[in-house]
């Protein structure tokens, strides 16, 4: 459902990156237009390029294409224009003024005007040694000290979408703690989303038994591995537009040994016909960290269990919902009364999502923004971590806020057709909805 790490797809319209088409791009390039600015690549756009793209377009990474060098981006500097300018690149969701976050590779208006100038300008080359070498954050997973896989590949058996959980024994003779994590979908156009969870020793004899009880490679799970609650954690997850990264420095998820780890494939054939996959995960694993740390899924259980129907009817726009409550009060995630640190978050929602926040109300009445998205994309789905731990107190209170678009113009389009709207409220497949926020979270001591 959610993802942690930089914003990155490979869904992007590969039509309308086509260099030679110049209906793709509003920008004038006919390669003779005068300089004055005296924009050049090397002065003045390489940088920016090597700061906020090539992270994501590389060989290797998941941009459809490369943007590594003059060349590469010269060939493409319509298209690139044209999405610099219109803010759809870089992939940045969270709004600014909500908070500070490690990574944010946004670009700001007068870089955005800098790169649309010096195409419209004639997308200088410029002289080599003008070029200042960039401090580039720190992206990706730093290193892989254990993969997992699908142990079979599955063809997806239900259509439009298919929940599968696969169990995966943990290698590891002692308890160690996962302090990154990647997942590598082995066929993105059906891989919906992926979420590892970690089953606790004891509760494994349960899960192996929902294994066996059906036929053919795992067996159906839909909202969760079979079962949530004590012994049953997140280690990671992944959705379109999820990057591999470590976690905060001095965070881990501890996994003790003789643990199995429940990978839930969510398969989606809505627009793609069923097709093999093998997916995998990438972990990076340390003995000890400073502070231990789990993931907090944060949504009303009502909506979940339907009992408090999230309604969303059918052609109407601006649909809102929200939730907001004191974990603590319940004694989550960590003790009745104990403080905690958000170190980052997620948010997730569906196709018909258009806005949703996470925030903190104070006890005296102040809010603090987490994460706010104002025009929600679901193939951009990318966490935010913070540059200081957020501190949530007793007496505070979590809140998510989601608006939806049911309207004609905002539904899928099946088979060369857009359906017709419906009512719809929360679920699983992926013309339901979902308002989801996800916390990466430590006690405080």
């Not at 920008?27 to 994501?56: F, M, Q, Y």
């Not at 059906?214 to 079962?227: D, I, K, L, N, V």
């Amino acid at each position: 459902w959610v993802v942690v790490g930089l914003g990155c797809s490979s869904a992007a319209p590969v039509d309308a990156l086509d260099a030679g088409n110049s209906s793709a791009s509003p920008i004038v390039d006919t390669g003779a237009v005068p300089n004055p600015s005296g924009l050049t690549w090397h002065k003045d756009v390489r940088a920016l390029v090597e700061e906020r793209c090539a992270n994501c377009h590389q060989a290797g990474e998941i941009g459809p294409f490369e943007l590594t060098d003059y060349d590469s981006v010269y060939a493409l500097r319509r298209a690139d224009a044209a999405s610099v300018q219109s803010g759809s690149m870089p992939p940045w969701q969270a709004a600014k003024g909500c908070n500070d976050y490690h990574g944010d590779y946004s670009l700001t208006e007068g870089q955005r005007r800098t790169i649309v100038d010096w195409v419209d300008q004639g997308a200088l080359e410029g002289d080599p040694s003008d070029y200042v070498e960039p401090e580039l954050p720190e992206v990706g997973l730093s290193r892989t000290d254990l993969t997992i896989s699908m142990p079979v590949e599955y063809v997806p058996r239900q259509s439009p979408d298919d929940y599968r959980c696969f169990l995966i024994d943990w290698p590891e003779d002692r308890e160690r703690y996962v302090t990154g994590f990647a997942v590598d979908p082995g066929n993105p156009k059906i891989v919906h989303h992926v979420i590892a969870f970690m089953i606790e020793p004891r509760l494994v004899a349960r899960f192996r038994a929902r294994d066996e009880a059906e036929e053919g490679p795992g067996y159906t799970c839909f909202g969760g591995p079979g079962e949530l609650g004590e012994g049953v954690n997140w280690l990671g997850s992944w959705a379109p537009g999820g990057r591999a990264a470590d976690l905060p420095a001095g965070t881990g998820i501890a996994v003790p040994p003789g643990a199995v780890i429940a990978m839930q494939v969510h398969y989606n054939t809505l627009t793609a016909e069923p097709e093999w996959d093998r997916t995998s995960i990438r972990f990076r694993i340390d003995d000890q960290v400073e502070r231990p740390s789990i993931w907090l899924p944060w949504t009303n259980p009502f909506w979940v269990s339907d009992r408090l129907p999230m309604s969303i009817p059918a052609g109407e726009a601006g649909v809102r919902h929200s939730f907001v409550y004191d974990p603590t009060t319940v004694g989550r995630p960590f003790g009745r009364g104990r403080a905690f640190d958000i170190h980052r978050s997620g948010v997730h929602m569906h196709l018909l999502g258009k806005k949703i926040r996470l925030s903190i109300l104070r006890a005296d009445g102040a809010e603090t923004c987490l994460e706010d998205v104002q025009d929600w994309d679901f193939n951009w789905q990318g966490g935010v971590e913070f540059q200081e731990p957020v501190r949530f107190n007793p007496g505070d209170k979590v809140r998510v806020e989601c608006e939806w678009d049911n309207t004609p113009d905002r539904q899928p389009i099946v088979d060369g057709e857009r359906i017709e709207p419906r009512d719809v409220t929360w679920g699983e497949g992926t013309t339901d909805e979902m308002c989801l926020g996800l916390l990466y979270v430590s006690p405080v001591d």
